[in-house]
């Protein structure tokens, strides 16, 4: 059988193509064929033994009448098991998000350092002094992790172009340490957001998985989680030319 996708014959995107992440959860949803196999292991043993009985009239065949809820015992552990799975990972990908929040909060906490010891020496653009003081005002949280993000690259990228007007400062220990910890927190960030997506795609494979968490899943009320995405300005400037 031929391959069924040829990357010899095509067909091919010449102008290639540009990827987004949807925005959009997905709920776990469950028919009435999962209703039925749960209700099969509880009574499906225990109909057949009844009839052997009524055929044989054998009493050892009642006892294997009773073992024959076992299957449907041993699935409801299993279903107890899968809603503790789902809560201990939901904790997980809690805690690689408040991950990210410290890192961030560490640069917004540096760039106020650094722009004050700045200030004093040279006058900063507005522009960075505002932003300085928008990202000082508030906290980090869900609804607003990407755009302070976005806020930090901006307000960096303007602060490194007008420092490097002046190699008086450009010398200066201490600026020279604050801009090399916002690129280590940079890459800390960077790595922080695959460990998030990590999870976030274990969670999404994870509550598709039938019967057992599929159903837990659907019974909780569960959706998929959306991984991070880069905004449609830091894509842009992806894109430019840096030399």
Not at 110 to 133: Q, W, Y
Not at 183 to 198: D, F, K, M, P
Request: charged share 20%; proline share 3%; with cysteine.
């Amino acid at each position: 059988m031929a391959n069924l996708l040829d990357e010899l014959t095509g067909p091919v995107n010449e102008q290639g193509q540009d990827v987004n992440v949807i925005n959009r959860q997905l709920p776990v949803k469950i028919g009435f064929g999962s209703v039925l196999f749960e209700i099969a292991l509880w009574i499906t043993l225990p109909i057949l033994a009844l009839i052997c009985w009524f055929v044989l009239r054998d009493p050892l065949i009642l006892i294997g009448c009773a073992a024959g809820v076992l299957p449907g015992v041993i699935f409801l552990f299993m279903k107890v098991s899968a809603r503790t799975y789902f809560q201990q990972l939901e904790q997980v990908i809690q805690s690689a998000a408040s991950e990210i929040d410290n890192y961030l909060e560490q640069r917004v906490q540096i760039l106020n350092n650094v722009v004050g010891l700045v200030n004093r020496a040279v006058e900063l653009d507005k522009d960075v002094m505002k932003s300085v003081a928008a990202l000082r005002s508030g906290k980090v949280n869900d609804a607003n992790r990407s755009d302070v993000a976005d806020q930090l690259n901006a307000t960096f990228s303007r602060f490194a172009l007008q420092v490097e007007a002046y190699p008086e400062l450009q010398a200066h220990n201490a600026i020279a340490d604050a801009m090399q910890q916002n690129s280590y927190l940079q890459r800390e960030i960077t790595a922080a957001r695959t460990v998030y997506n990590n999870r976030v795609a274990q969670w999404n494979t994870d509550i598709f998985e039938w019967p057992t968490n599929m159903i837990v899943a659907a019974r909780q009320g569960y959706t998929t989680r959306i991984p991070f995405s880069a905004s449609k300005a830091t894509k842009e400037a992806a894109r430019a030319t840096f030399f």
